[in-house]
Nanobody
Framework: VQLQASGGGSVQAGGSLRLSCAAS????????LGWFRQAPGKEREFVAA????????YHANSVKGRFTISRDKGKNTVYLQMNSLTPEDTAVYYC???????????????????WGQGTQVTVSS
């Protein structure tokens, strides 16, 4: 299984970035892809998730209205569009895959079996 995340970078507050995560080799068609982030000295935090076959999406309250998760089925890629970024969004962002996802499990990092390498997002004030 490979999850290849890209698109991180440095932006000023109020700016936008779009992260991508290309997934390959997943052993099942019933899975979800999620984005998590981890800032220095903090626990890994749920950002957003999508159940691949249904297309339903879920976002953390802290990013609702600013971030949007979406997918391109043909490219097996999930995106995280991040708008109105603030310095508090600075973190390493990880994409992850979860098999047979139920809604209540999507925000729990321990439920995810596969993780990408992470991409750094830095927002300056």
């Amino acid at each position: 299984v490979q999850l290849q995340a890209s698109g991180g970078g440095s932006v000023q507050a109020g700016g936008s970035l779009r992260l991508s995560c290309a997934a390959s080799g997943l052993p099942t068609s019933n899975y979800g892809l999620g984005w998590f982030r981890q800032a220095p000295g903090k626990e890994r935090e749920f950002v957003a998730a999508i159940r691949w076959s249904r297309g339903d999406t879920y976002h953390a309250n802290s990013v609702k209205g600013r971030f949007t998760i979406s997918r391109d089925k043909g490219k097996n890629t999930v995106y995280l569009q991040m708008n109105s970024l603030t310095p508090e969004d600075t973190a390493v962002y990880y994409c992850a895959a979860i098999s047979s996802p139920i809604v209540s499990s999507l925000s729990q990092p321990l439920q995810y079996s596969y993780w990408g390498q992470g991409t750094q997002v830095t927002v300056s004030s």
